[in-house]
């Protein structure tokens, strides 16, 4: 089983950065696919989540409006589309698979490396 990330880099407070996760070893469509982030000094948190196998998204109020998830079935790949970023949303971003989406991850089975988000002010 993998999970890997990729899209992370710099960008200006206001910019756009869209992240893939690149899934492979389960059958994606049997999974909710979810972001997670750690800041620096921080606890993770759950960012967004997808359901690959109906399309049913959630995402945290600090990002609600801002981000969006979506999937690529036939790619096994889920990507954040993260727009109007800001200095907060710096983090290390994770995907991760698993069968239910809980804020604290306990729901996820599989994990990424992660990618590093830096939004400059």
């Known amino acids: 089983v993998q999970l890997v990330e990729s899209g992370g880099g710099l960008v200006h407070a206001g910019g756009s950065l869209r992240l893939s996760c690149a899934a492979s070893?389960?059958?994606?469509?049997?999974?909710?696919i979810a972001w997670f982030r750690q800041a620096p000094g921080k606890e993770r948190e759950g960012v967004a989540s997808?359901?690959?196998?109906?399309?049913?998204?959630s995402y945290s109020d600090s990002v609600k409006g801002r981000f969006t998830i979506y999937a690529d079935n036939a790619k096994n790949t889920v990507y954040l589309q993260m727009n109007n970023l800001e200095p907060e949303d710096t983090a290390v971003y994770y995907c991760?698979?698993?069968?239910?989406?809980?804020?604290?991850?306990?729901?996820?089975?599989?994990w990424g490396k992660g990618t590093l988000v830096t939004v400059s002010s």
């Open positions: 991760a698979a698993g069968a239910f989406f809980t804020d604290d991850g306990e729901g996820m089975d599989y």
């Open positions: 070893g389960f059958i994606f469509d049997d999974y909710v």
């Open positions: 997808i359901s690959t196998y109906d399309g049913s998204t």
